[in-house]
């Protein structure tokens, strides 16, 4: 189940989660922490398992496009179909266009097999390659 963390953001398990979506180093952790805090515009949500957190997704909302900033699953509970579920709960609860995201070449494969067409951006660091990923929500007819 979606749940939101703004309320959350000082939990452990949050600050855990972020370190494995972005760097482990601490100052980066709060600093991040304190976008979702401070920026309208950014939301963090969760995805609970028998009432244990074990995925997270920020995102940032601007009209209806959502770009996906940080996404990660606990390390005991990968390739469970979490990544996806988060995405898509996301998705159901939100009803955007279009989502985006950012990534490197290891989560290409995680993107491309749950619908998102994947474009190369180049080295956007030398010796790494990112990718922009699109998914575009059809219409219900």
């Keep these: 189940m979606l749940i939101s963390l703004q ?23 709060l600093a991040v ?11 963090l949500y ?3 398992d028998e009432e244990q957190l074990v995925a997270l997704i920020g995102i940032e909302k601007q009209n209806q496009e959502v770009k996906i900033k940080h996404l990660a699953v606990l390390p005991e509970n990968r390739l469970k179909d ?9 998705i159901g609860t939100l009803k955007p266009e279009i989502v985006t995201a950012e990534i ?5 494969d995680f993107f ?23 998914f575009e929500i059809e219409e219900e007819e």
């Design 104 to 108: 490197e070449e290891d989560a290409v």
């Design 46 to 48: 969760g995805f609970e």
């Design 7 to 29: 309320d959350r953001l000082e939990d452990p398990i949050v600050q855990e989660l972020i370190e494995y979506a972005t760097l482990p180093e601490q100052e980066y952790v």
């Design 82 to 90: 979490y990544g996806r579920g988060i995405i898509s709960e996301m």
């Design 112 to 134: 491309r097999n749950i619908g998102f067409i994947v474009y190369s951006l180049g080295e956007k660091y030398p010796g790494v390659e990112h990718f922009r990923c699109v």
């Design 33 to 43: 922490l304190k976008e979702y805090r401070e920026q309208d515009s950014m939301t």
